[in-house]
């Protein structure tokens, strides 16, 4: 049996703003009640990491596309079942699962994110519900991020394929018969 | 619809957690005999600030407001005593 070849996937800037990301939410995380501005620029740092992601959804390349790999909830329901099954599709670049997970945490990225920055204006300093959000955002992505990598970890699995290291090299198997 | 958000925004707001962050500490007992957070906020009205929040934090008062001087001030107080308690590291 050959090795199938590598063809590229993530592209740079997917795999740049995913280990932002990475390193942004635990550092901001934990300094959150820090001396300095720390917390605060870390949370820049996302913030312009999520507005390129989303704009890179729109005019980037193939599988950083939005339109590319987000599916409507039937299909995904149709997928999800196809997982359960053990007889799920594969796709080159997210599946209709990870594309929802990424929808879901690129806005609570973006939640938690303005609602710090409103923080840091008169406007909104002290105000309630601008801090209540940003706490409850922050246990919402919490909540996301193990299932993000349980299912990362189980379609590697089902698909015979390492997508952690996909995301740090950008390159996937080739496997012909794939869906689109 | 409306009133559903209203009231589901008041539902939030006020269950937000209370999380020690560490920043400051205040030894005052049973909060039964705390004075209220009105009170402290009537107190630094009079002061010339304008009080956006009080929670508690650590078993003191964490207050945030913009001073007389229009400059954005988190601070904490004594529950009992009302008297200011400096931010632990900060000097």
């Known amino acids: 049996m050959t090795r199938p070849a590598a063809i590229p996937v993530f592209d740079p800037l997917v795999r740049l703003t995913h280990l932002l990301f990475l390193v942004g939410v635990p550092a901001a995380w934990f300094t959150r009640h820090a001396r300095g501005s720390w917390h605060e620029w870390i949370g820049y740092a996302v913030l312009a990491a999520v507005a390129l992601r989303l704009l890179w959804g729109v005019v980037g390349s193939r599988h950083a596309r939005f339109v590319s790999f987000v599916r409507g909830p039937k299909a995904t329901l149709r997928y999800a079942q196809q997982v359960r099954r053990g007889e799920a599709t594969r796709y080159p670049g997210h599946n209709p699962l990870g594309a929802w997970m990424i929808l879901a945490l690129l806005s609570t990225l973006l939640v938690i994110s303005l609602t710090g920055w409103m923080f840091t204006t008169d406007r909104w300093f002290g105000i309630g519900w601008v801090i209540s959000t940003h706490e409850y955002a922050t246990w919402i992505l919490f909540a996301l991020i193990p299932i993000h990598v349980l299912g990362v970890l189980h379609a590697s699995w089902a698909q015979r394929e390492n997508l952690v290291a996909s995301m740090i090299h950008g390159n996937k198997p080739d496997h012909s018969a794939d869906a689109s | ?91």
Request: glycine fraction near 8%; proline fraction near 5%.
């Open chain 2, 1 to 91: 619809m409306k009133l559903k958000i209203v009231l589901f925004l008041a539902l939030i707001t006020g269950a937000a957690p209370v999380f020690a962050t560490g920043l400051a500490t205040c030894d005052s007992g049973d909060p039964a005999t705390w004075q209220s957070k009105e009170a402290l906020t009537e107190k630094l009205t009079k002061e010339g600030w304008e009080v956006r929040l009080v929670k508690e934090d650590g078993g003191c008062y964490e207050v945030y407001a913009m001073d007389k001087d229009g400059n954005r001030t988190e601070a904490y107080y004594h529950p009992v005593t009302f008297e200011p308690v400096p931010i632990e590291g900060d000097h």
